[in-house]
Nanobody, 127 residues
């Protein structure tokens, strides 16, 4: 059974930091690429960051210089370090494993065409 589990969300003030974690198990790929998406109420689902199986990274422009994606020693784990958080970063963040990155926004996250998804973790940035 495939399981993708995110953790690390929470509520922070603007300028604060959070570190999201994602662990994927049961995926029939030894070194899956990992993607982080987010969706705020009323907004489309957008790709925030991705890391390929060979370590290449991608960031959406709005988070460049503030967010850092990395993989754990075990390639089925991924982290998203989020610094200098802004209210616009408020959203549910989803991890998707072993899927191609959706560079165009989607109506909803968790489309199985783009890998195995977790349930999401809420990030709220507010003063």
């Amino acid at each position: 059974e495939v399981q993708v589990v995110e953790s690390g969300g929470g509520s922070v003030q603007p300028g604060g930091s959070l570190r999201l974690s994602c662990t994927a198990s049961g995926i029939p790929i030894e070194y899956p690429g990992m993607n982080w998406y987010r969706q705020a109420p009323g907004d489309a689902c957008e790709l925030v960051s991705s890391i390929s199986s060979d370590g290449q990274t991608y960031y959406v422009d709005s988070v460049k210089g503030r967010f850092t994606i990395s993989q754990g020693h075990a390639k089925n784990t991924a982290f998203l370090q989020m610094n200098s958080l802004k209210p616009d970063d408020t959203a549910v963040y989803y991890c998707a494993a072993a899927g191609r990155s959706a560079r165009a926004t989607m109506l909803r996250c968790r489309d199985p065409a783009f890998g195995y998804w977790g349930q999401g973790t809420q990030v709220t940035v507010s003063s």
